[in-house]
């Protein structure tokens, strides 16, 4: 009976191994892309254009300044005083703009935005898929059984944003004494545990945390968007998507949307036919789905880096200045170009 007992107490630990052992295998095949940008267009409208840079980003390597990844906004705290703020942004965009412009010709183009930006992608999603192990096991402790519970996530979350013990054992469930944007912040974390949360809803396994946590690195949760995708706008059944299912998708996923303009219906059927039917047959499966949603695909970059520009690009010459920069300082540190993992957890709210 003695020895039934103490295989019991191993049991927990041997699931954390066993855990620890299938991440750290993930890890190790975890894939990067990079990318050189060497054609001269400019002009992204042709899909035939994108995807030979898409091809050309995939193909080739680069190297990334090893400091890239420590460009961020964690020094712009929005509590300081607004003068003060506003000289650390621009100080930040500044530094980000001559980083980014590697032919140090004072501008910014589409092929040097897209770079940067796929770095930033690349290095934020290698941090969290490395980062959610040590947070895992950090919160997985009352017990150590290799699943983390919503109360054990949410005392390490009361007790990152500085409340005492006594309060984070008895508080009420309401948390009435809180503020309202932490109440709301919580109200969002328990949202999101639900939708991470696949085979017990007060429990997350490993892979499933990091669903929660980093949705945008979490294979399973790609995996998820395509499963949505099948689920609402396959209408014949067949399990792949058409250039025509494909074309009427809204940006909201609410469903088939009939009154898409014609240039934007044209947009989606030159991206379907270019960057996601990759072997010409006319249809979507869910092996190209996944591979068009993942954000370590080229193709998220050199949008954003189009929609920057677009909304930027005051004198229409295809590239920014740093004064263009500058003047749209919100839209770019909201961005991939600066604020990554909060640009990718907006989108995944």
Not at 29 to 57: A, F, N, Q, S
Not at 147 to 152: A, G, L, P, S
Not at 246 to 265: A, I, R
Request: charge should be negative.
């Amino acid at each position: 009976m003695k020895k039934f007992d103490l295989t019991c107490r191993r049991l927990p630990r041997l699931t954390v191994l066993v855990s620890l052992l299938i991440y750290s295998g993930l890890l190790l095949v975890h894939y990067r892309h990079t990318l050189p940008l060497k054609i001269d267009d400019t002009h992204l409208g042709d899909g035939r254009v994108m995807e030979k840079l898409l091809l050309e980003l995939e193909e080739n390597k680069i190297e990334r300044d090893p400091l890239q990844n420590n460009v961020n906004i964690q020094g712009i705290n929005v509590e300081q005083p607004i003068e003060k703020r506003e000289q650390r942004s621009k100080g930040l965009l500044e530094m980000i703009f001559t980083k980014a412009d590697t032919n140090e010709d004072k501008f910014l183009d589409i092929k040097e935005l897209s770079k940067w930006i796929h770095g930033k992608i690349i290095d934020h999603i290698d941090k969290a898929m490395r980062d959610n192990i040590g947070l895992f096991t950090t919160i997985d402790n009352n017990p150590r059984d290799g699943e983390v519970t919503w109360d054990e996530y949410h005392a390490h979350f009361l007790r990152q944003i500085g409340l005492p013990a006594s309060y984070i054992l008895e508080h009420d469930k309401r948390h009435s004494a809180l503020s309202r944007p932490l109440k709301e912040a919580i109200m969002r974390d328990r949202a999101r545990w639900t939708e991470a949360a696949r085979t017990d809803p007060d429990r997350l396994a490993l892979d499933e945390f990091l669903a929660f946590t980093h949705p945008e690195s979490s294979h399973r949760a790609l995996l998820q968007m395509v499963e949505d995708l099948f689920e609402k706008f396959d209408r014949d059944g067949d399990e792949q998507l058409t250039e025509d299912e494909f074309s009427e998708l809204p940006s909201d996923g609410s469903g088939p949307d009939q009154s898409l303009s014609l240039p934007v219906s044209q947009e989606r059927r030159e991206e379907f036919r270019h960057l996601i039917d990759k072997n010409r047959d006319g249809k979507a499966d869910r092996a190209e789905l996944l591979a068009y949603i993942d954000p370590r695909n080229p193709r998220h970059a050199i949008q954003e880096a189009r929609h920057l520009i677009d909304l930027s690009d005051s004198d229409h010459d295809g590239k920014l200045k740093l004064a263009e920069l500058l003047n749209k300082k919100e839209l770019f540190l909201a961005s991939k170009m600066v604020d990554t993992e909060g640009s990718f957890h907006d989108e995944f709210r």
